[in-house]
């Protein structure tokens, strides 16, 4: 049986005055088709290697249909493929150590923290490496410049003491296209230099630690050249696929492998996302019901923030993932929507007052995961009743969180404010790849609805080119 896909429901939009109607998504319904039929063109004139016009540069649509390309490798190249490779270097880490540091930042460290948070033990670090399966604890540095942070992670790979066995030792991945970001180039140089401590200088044992992914040239291509490390092992951030769309390429893969996620199964799961989004039409797609939603509210009432309300801790990661995706996508020329990811209900009791009853500037997408991986727990009946929950001893911790998801929901309608539900079966590889994948692909086509080219980072190239004047000044 084929695995389910995440659906939408945006009946809570569909309110007077404050909302949008059913037929104001239909009278887009061309528009919408016509921004999916340029994405897909611009995935076909990437793969075909044709020069882009002016008007569509930077076009880094080689994300699109990057899925299916490392599946169809996997499956006709076995053991050859980038796939298999990247589970054998996992696999090989894994076995070699008890921690790996992952250094990036922005999108290259984002998609793997998410895969973390999403589909490994809720507390995966602190777990005995037993019940980790053997894999290797993951810590995420390079995405600061935070002295005492970096301190602290020294601290816990014992500031080049040299390990006593596969408990005290830890590797490294490091993760920039060009080698030139400033973050994560001089959390490496720290780190290199503590790893090479711990091997005592041994420049064969730390080759065997560091695994690169980034471009074919560049700054971090010739450092891991010139310590070392295998060819076959410094893995390519590939061409057409900028930062904040590489989380299913090996940026985000090779981590995701070293936690034991399956890989292939994040890659399926993305495929299928594609597959909906080029057969299904717009009355049915759930990523051109999607954009329709986000644009016509932006558009018709102003509700120029998004807030991804994710019900329950796993998904954090993923929608801070998103918050850079749409904000370096469509934050452009004085325009662009701002993403806000909060968690249910912690968030209530912090920002509810504020999304209940401030400005009419919001639009809420609840992210619900409707089965759990574990037996449900029941509050239970208790001598000790002061706190008088014996009369909901049967109900269990997902009982209370529907009926809050539910609650809110029917605050907000009865309030006209605006929300939807994205509903995910299950939460685990398949699933994750589809949502990652929908809100990539949904952010390139409302980038072409509105005209504004959704790829490259015209801002954040301002800072770094500033900061490093001050530091070389």
Same mark, same amino acid.
């Given at each position: 049986?084929?695995?389910?896909?995440?659906?939408?429901d945006?009946?809570?939009?569909?309110?007077?005055?404050?909302?949008?109607?059913?037929?104001?998504?239909?009278?887009?319904?061309g528009?919408?088709?016509?921004?999916?039929?340029?994405?897909?063109?611009?995935?076909?004139?990437?793969?075909?290697?044709?020069?882009?016009p002016?008007?569509?540069?930077?076009?880094?649509a080689?994300?699109?249909?990057?899925?299916?390309?490392?599946l169809?490798?996997?499956?006709?190249?076995?053991?050859?493929?980038?796939?298999?490779?990247?589970? +054998? $270097? #996992?696999?090989?880490?894994? !076995?070699?150590?008890?921690?790996? =540091?992952?250094? /990036?930042? %922005? *999108?290259?460290?984002?998609?793997?923290?998410?895969?973390?948070?999403?589909?490994?033990?809720p507390?995966?670090?602190?777990?005995?490496?037993?019940?980790?399966?053997?894999?290797?604890?993951?810590?995420?540095?390079?995405?600061?410049?935070?002295?005492?942070?970096?301190?602290?992670?020294?601290?816990?790979?014992?500031?080049?003491?040299?390990?006593?066995?596969v408990?005290?030792?830890?590797?490294?991945?490091?993760?920039?296209?060009?080698?030139?970001?400033?973050?994560?180039?001089?959390a490496?140089r720290v780190?290199l230099?503590?790893?090479?401590?711990?091997c005592?200088?041994?420049?064969?044992?730390?080759?065997?630690?560091?695994?690169?992914?980034?471009?074919?040239?560049?700054?971090?291509?010739?450092? +891991? $050249? #010139?310590?070392?490390?295998? !060819?076959?092992?410094?893995?390519? =951030?590939?061409? /057409?696929? %900028? *930062?904040?769309?590489s989380?299913?390429?090996?940026?985000?893969?090779?981590?995701?492998?070293?936690?034991?996620?399956?890989?292939?199964?994040?890659?399926?799961?993305?495929?299928?996302?594609?597959?909906?989004?080029r057969?299904?039409?717009?009355?049915?797609?759930?990523?051109?019901?999607?954009?329709?939603?986000?644009?016509?509210?932006?558009?018709?009432?102003?509700?120029?923030?998004?807030?991804?309300?994710?019900w329950?801790?796993r998904?954090?990661?993923?929608?801070?993932?998103?918050?850079?995706?749409?904000s370096?996508?469509?934050?452009?020329?004085?325009?662009?929507?701002?993403?806000?990811?909060?968690?249910?209900?912690?968030?209530?009791?912090?920002?509810?007052?504020?999304?209940?009853?401030?400005?009419?500037?919001?639009?809420?997408?609840?992210?619900?995961?409707?089965?759990?991986?574990?037996?449900?727990?029941?509050?239970?009946?208790?001598?000790?009743?002061?706190?008088?929950?014996?009369?909901?001893?049967?109900?269990?911790?997902?009982?209370?969180?529907?009926?809050?998801?539910?609650g809110?929901?029917?605050?907000?309608?009865?309030d006209?404010?605006?929300?939807?539900?994205?509903?995910?079966?299950?939460?685990?590889?398949?699933?994750?790849?589809?949502?990652?994948?929908?809100?990539?692909?949904?952010?390139?086509?409302?980038?072409?609805?509105?005209?504004?080219?959704?790829?490259?980072?015209?801002?954040?190239?301002?800072?770094?080119?500033?900061?490093?004047?001050?530091?070389?000044?």
């Open positions: 049986m084929a695995d389910p896909l995440i659906s939408y945006p009946a809570g939009v569909f309110i007077p005055e404050h909302g949008i109607t059913p037929e104001d998504i239909g009278r887009i319904a528009d919408l088709d016509e921004a999916r039929d340029e994405v897909l063109a611009d995935a076909q004139l990437w793969a075909d290697g044709v020069e882009p002016a008007a569509k540069q930077p076009l880094d080689g994300f699109h249909e990057l899925p299916e390309r490392l169809n490798d996997y499956r006709t190249n076995g053991a050859a493929s980038e796939v298999a490779r990247l589970q +054998a $270097t #996992a696999d090989r880490l894994a !076995a070699a150590c008890d921690r790996t =540091v992952v250094l /990036g930042i %922005g *999108g290259s460290y984002m998609g793997a923290r998410a895969c973390l948070e999403a589909c490994c033990h507390y995966y670090n602190e777990l005995s490496r037993q019940a980790r399966g053997g894999r290797p604890r993951i810590s995420f540095e390079g995405n600061n410049v935070d002295n005492d942070a970096m301190q602290g992670l020294l601290d816990l790979v014992g500031r080049g003491a040299e390990p006593a066995g408990d005290d030792r830890w590797s490294i991945v490091v993760i920039s296209k060009s080698g030139g970001t400033l973050e994560t180039a001089a490496f780190m230099r503590t790893l090479r401590d711990a005592g200088g041994d420049a064969k044992k730390l080759a065997e630690l560091v695994v690169p992914v980034t471009g074919t040239s560049g700054k971090l291509f010739d450092l +891991a $050249t #010139a310590l070392g490390c295998p !060819a076959e092992e410094i893995y390519e =951030v590939p061409d /057409g696929v %900028g *930062g904040r769309f989380v299913l390429s090996a940026v985000g893969l090779l981590p995701a492998a070293i936690m034991g996620l399956d890989i292939v199964k994040l890659l399926e799961g993305a495929a299928a996302m594609n597959e909906h989004f057969n299904c039409g717009p009355e049915s797609n759930v990523v051109l019901q999607y954009v329709a939603v986000c644009h016509l509210l932006e558009t018709m009432r102003g509700c120029d923030i998004r807030l991804l309300s994710t329950g801790k998904l954090e990661a993923v929608g801070l993932w998103y918050d850079q995706l749409l370096e996508s469509l934050g452009k020329q004085e325009r662009g929507a701002m993403p806000l990811t909060v968690v249910n209900t912690r968030d209530l009791h912090s920002r509810g007052q504020q999304h209940q009853e401030g400005k009419r500037d919001k639009l809420v997408t609840n992210v619900i995961v409707d089965s759990f991986d574990r037996e449900p727990l029941a509050i239970g009946s208790s001598e000790y009743n002061q706190d008088q929950l014996n009369e909901l001893a049967d109900k269990t911790l997902p009982d209370i969180l529907d009926a809050a998801t539910k809110t929901n029917q605050a907000y309608r009865e006209n404010r605006p929300t939807a539900d994205l509903h995910l079966p299950r939460l685990d590889e398949h699933v994750l790849g589809q949502m990652l994948q929908m809100l990539m692909l949904a952010t390139v086509v409302e980038g072409r609805l509105i005209g504004i080219n959704p790829y490259g980072q015209p801002g954040v190239e301002a800072y770094k080119k500033n900061m490093n004047a001050i530091l070389r000044a």
